[in-house]
């Protein structure tokens, strides 16, 4: 059985960083490519970051590109997202997820696994 737990969220003012951590158990944490995801009030959710197996590739949605960068600790299990730069408009419940595949997908229906999620809020 997969667990992710988020952690790393919290309250901050526009221009602010913060770095999302994502803890995983389970020994397959290493075969699988992970993601990022996050929701808005009143709007779905959608794709933030995705990260292969290995951490050699990476892909971001244009709205995070050059703000947020999304790396990975095979050892610890753990999947992180450094998140620079901070606009209001990132404020979302951001949640990990692990794929069911080796490269990283935008799609929800390729993640099996799914945390339930930390709250960012940035203030103007």
């Known amino acids: 059985q997969v667990r992710l737990v988020e952690s790393g969220g919290g309250l901050v003012q526009a221009g602010s960083s913060l770095r999302l951590s994502c803890a995983a158990s389970g020994r397959t944490f290493s075969t699988y490519a992970m993601g990022w995801f996050r929701q808005a009030p009143g709007k779905e959710r959608e794709f933030v970051a995705g990260?292969?197996?290995?951490?050699?590739?990476?892909h971001y949605a244009d709205p995070v590109k050059g703000r947020f960068t999304i790396s990975r600790d095979n050892a610890k299990n753990t999947v992180y997202l450094q998140m620079n730069s901070l606009k209001p408009e990132d404020t979302a419940v951001y949640y990990c997820?692990?794929?069911?595949?080796?490269?990283?997908?935008?799609?929800?229906?390729?993640?099996?696994?799914w945390g339930r999620g930390t709250q960012v809020t940035v203030s103007s």
């Open positions: 997820a692990r794929a069911m595949v080796t490269t990283y997908s935008v799609y929800e229906s390729s993640y099996g696994y």
């Open positions: 990260i292969s197996w290995s951490g050699g590739s990476t």
